[in-house]
């Protein structure tokens, strides 16, 4: 049979002594328990003092973030504001253009009245026209049909009409504008028992492209400046000169 041995204690100490020692390792733990509570306290304020650090950072992180933004808004409203005041000068010198295109337009019509028109027979002349009037500034005033028109130059044979249309810088509205004048003077015509054959042409100072397309789209001659002189564009191949 197995048998327990035991510790072999100083058999020579009091229960004093013996007291005393549980005492001491007591108080041991004790201090223990209290370092420890100590470590975790410290541990505990490290990691706040960390984490109110990331949070701080943080902050500085958005106020920065917040503070570039404002200035990138502040920015874009500069350019916002510079766009708009390029905007205001740029209608401005367009306004400020189209008066003076006006005035221009003026001193076309009376160029044409006084100095092209009579060139302007010359020019048709060259493609198979000869007119032996022609004058500007006529009125049609049918209140009756209800047919009120201007035109601004009229070539005449025995024949044929030219009507001639004046703008410094014709639109397609004018050019359209242009047909239902024509539709007018035919309808004119008519009432009167004018069998002769009415042809239009357009006079523009600026002229660009698209207006020059649609207005021989339209069966309508198209006079243009050319150096010192002006030409004629005749409608040709599916746009072909029309007759009202």
């Given at each position: 049979?197995?048998?327990?041995?035991?510790?072999?204690y100083?058999?020579?100490?009091?229960?004093?002594?013996?007291?005393?020692?549980?005492?001491?390792?007591?108080?041991?733990?004790?201090?223990?328990?209290?370092e420890?509570r100590?470590?975790?306290?410290?541990?505990?304020?490290?990691?706040?003092?960390?984490?109110k650090?990331?949070?701080?950072?943080?902050?500085?992180?958005?106020?920065?973030?917040?503070?570039?933004?404002k200035?990138?808004e502040?920015?874009?409203?500069?350019?916002?504001?510079?766009?708009?005041?390029?905007?205001k000068?740029?209608?401005?010198?367009?306004?400020?253009?189209?008066?003076?295109?006006?005035?221009?337009g003026?001193?076309?019509?009376?160029?044409?009245e006084?100095?092209?028109?009579p060139?302007?027979?010359?020019?048709?002349?060259?493609?198979?026209?000869?007119?032996?009037?022609?004058?500007?500034?006529?009125?049609?005033?049918?209140?009756?049909?209800?047919?009120?028109?201007?035109?601004?130059?009229?070539?005449?044979?025995?024949?044929?009409?030219?009507?001639?249309?004046?703008?410094?810088?014709?639109?397609?509205?004018?050019?359209t504008?242009?047909?239902?004048?024509?539709?007018?003077?035919?309808?004119h015509?008519?009432?009167?028992?004018?069998?002769?054959?009415?042809?239009?042409?357009?006079?523009?100072?600026?002229?660009?492209?698209?207006?020059?397309?649609?207005?021989?789209?339209?069966?309508?001659?198209?006079?243009?400046?050319?150096?010192?002189?002006?030409?004629?564009?005749?409608?040709?191949?599916?746009?072909?000169?029309?007759?009202?």
């Open positions: 049979m197995a048998t327990t041995s035991i510790p072999d100083p058999r020579n100490l009091t229960f004093e002594q013996v007291w005393a020692a549980l005492m001491e390792n007591r108080e041991q733990l004790k201090e223990t328990a209290r420890m100590e470590n975790a306290r410290e541990a505990r304020e490290m990691l706040e003092k960390e984490q650090a990331r949070e701080k950072e943080r902050e500085m992180r958005e106020k920065e973030r917040e503070a570039r933004e200035a990138r502040k920015e874009r409203e500069k350019d916002r504001e510079e766009a708009r005041e390029r905007q000068e740029i209608e401005r010198q367009m306004k400020d253009t189209d008066t003076r295109l006006g005035k221009l003026n001193r076309f019509g009376e160029m044409v006084y100095m092209v028109m060139c302007l027979v010359e020019k048709f002349r060259e493609l198979g026209f000869v007119f032996t009037k022609a004058y500007p500034h006529a009125n049609i005033k049918d209140e009756k049909n209800n047919i009120i028109t201007e035109v601004d130059i009229t070539l005449e044979n025995g024949d044929k009409v030219m009507i001639v249309e004046v703008k410094s810088k014709p639109t397609t509205d004018d050019v504008e242009h047909v239902e004048r024509m539709k007018k003077i035919r309808r015509a008519d009432l009167h028992n004018d069998k002769r054959i009415f042809l239009g042409a357009f006079a523009g100072m600026i002229m660009s492209k698209s207006e020059k397309i649609f207005a021989l789209k339209n069966g309508f001659y198209v006079v243009e400046p050319s150096g010192e002189t002006f030409a004629i564009t005749v409608p040709e191949g599916v746009y072909s000169p029309k007759e009202w």
